[in-house]
């Protein structure tokens, strides 16, 4: 079993639609979650951060943690074509050693 | 934010060659480097971390005789594939923190191609 699990998609929405993506791991030690963005043979840029279980929005992104069923969500609201891109999930333990365990990636097509 | 950069970003080679990518951090001292490899369709596997000026410490099943990690400066981390095989061919990406962990920040990534 990985430790990240995250489903690949392809995911594909129309324009203004809400884009839902989450992740289940196994590790109950993982504290620290994280949502990447990833262009096509670009590196990761972080989106949105939160520590422990609870809700972050940051405009029309708003991510979510359940930390009882290790379950994290990441929803994107009205939703454009420049948001298609891959999602990756990633999380730590501690914010010491800054390790990350990422998921596999959904990627997301918003079509105009 | 914070700009990390790597070159080569495209690098075709023949198997048995070595290849070096470099890893700066544009603006800001990475006290942190890490070294990842993705394959296609794949998630980002951390290979090594890296301080300035000790030894990398590897993940479990990454040949460290195989990937070289110097991390020289505080700015500047390299990653040597040496005598590459077309297994090897993959795209690897760095990142560098400069304090917490939401501050890691991760380069472009460099596609090597070992033919």
């Known amino acids: 079993q990985k430790e990240v699990e995250q489903d690949p998609g392809p995911l594909s929405v129309p324009e203004g639609a809400i884009v839902s993506l989450n992740c289940t791991y196994s590790?109950?030690?993982?504290?620290?979650f994280m949502w990447y963005r990833q262009y096509s043979r670009k590196g990761p840029e972080l989106l949105m951060y939160?520590?422990?279980?609870g809700n972050k929005e940051d405009g029309r992104f708003t991510a979510q943690v359940d930390k009882s069923s290790k379950y994290i969500s990441l929803f994107i609201r009205d939703s454009q074509p420049s948001d298609s891109a891959t999602y990756l999930c990633?999380?730590?333990?501690?914010?010491?050693?800054?390790?990350?365990?990422f998921g596999a990636g959904t990627t997301v097509t918003v079509r105009a | 934010g914070a700009v990390v950069s790597q070159h080569p970003s495209r690098v075709i080679c023949k198997s048995g060659t070595s290849v070096k990518i470099e890893c700066r951090s544009l603006d800001f001292q990475a006290t942190t480097m890490f070294w990842y490899r993705q394959f296609p369709k794949q998630s980002l596997m951390l290979m090594a971390t890296s301080n300035e000026g000790s030894k990398a410490t590897y993940e479990q099943g990454v040949e460290k005789d195989k990937f070289l990690i110097n991390h020289a400066s505080l700015t500047l981390s390299t990653l040597t594939v040496t005598s590459a095989h077309p297994e090897d061919s993959s795209f690897y990406i760095c990142?560098?923190?400069?304090?917490?962990?939401?501050?890691?920040?991760f380069g472009p990534g460099t596609r090597l191609t070992v033919l």
């Open positions: 990142s560098a923190s400069e304090g917490g962990i939401d501050e890691q920040f």
């Open positions: 990633a999380m730590s333990g501690t914010s010491n050693d800054y390790k990350l365990s």
């Open positions: 939160t520590y422990s279980s």
């Open positions: 590790n109950s030690a993982f504290q620290y």
